[in-house]
């Protein structure tokens, strides 16, 4: 079982923060987290001025700085983010505060152009629309 590691509300640290454990913050932090294959917390009362780097980061507190993470971002109802995202997943709690950039892209210089695929006749390739509001003009449905 891993362990998970506090740092308390009256702890402030400034420089870089390394580890191979999960950790939940709740006091302040300014600079660099680097906690490789872990996960990283943002405790209701944590504040952040750093850059994150974490297998998946769950924000209750205040970052600002921009979050990579190889799994998930998560920013819950009471968080707050001033960064960008760079993750596989990333969820928007209702409520939560977030003003930034987020990359979900999985493969670095991945393209980010829309899928085309061959037809049923195999002559021409189709775009396909993805999303909320596409749709397919001069299709025959």
């Known amino acids: 079982m891993d362990k998970i590691v506090n740092i308390g509300q009256s702890i402030h640290i400034k420089g870089e923060l390394t580890g191979n454990e999960d950790l939940t913050i709740e006091g302040k932090v300014e600079g660099k987290v680097l906690l490789k294959d872990h996960n990283l917390t943002i405790g209701a009362n944590g504040k952040l001025v750093a850059e994150i780097q974490a297998k998946t980061v769950m924000v209750l507190g205040e970052v600002t700085g921009n979050i990579t993470a190889d799994d998930k971002v998560e920013v819950a109802a009471s968080g707050t983010l001033r960064g960008d995202i760079v993750a596989p997943r990333v969820v928007l709690a209702d409520g939560a505060k ?27 390739p189709v775009m396909e629309p993805v999303g909320a509001g596409a749709s397919l003009k001069g299709a025959n449905l």
Do not use: E, N, Q, V
């Not at 493969?107 to 899928?115: D, H, L, T, W």
């Open 98 to 124: 977030f003003k930034g950039a987020i990359d979900m892209d999985r493969k670095p210089g991945a393209s980010a152009s829309p899928s085309i695929s061959t037809s049923a006749s195999g002559s021409r």
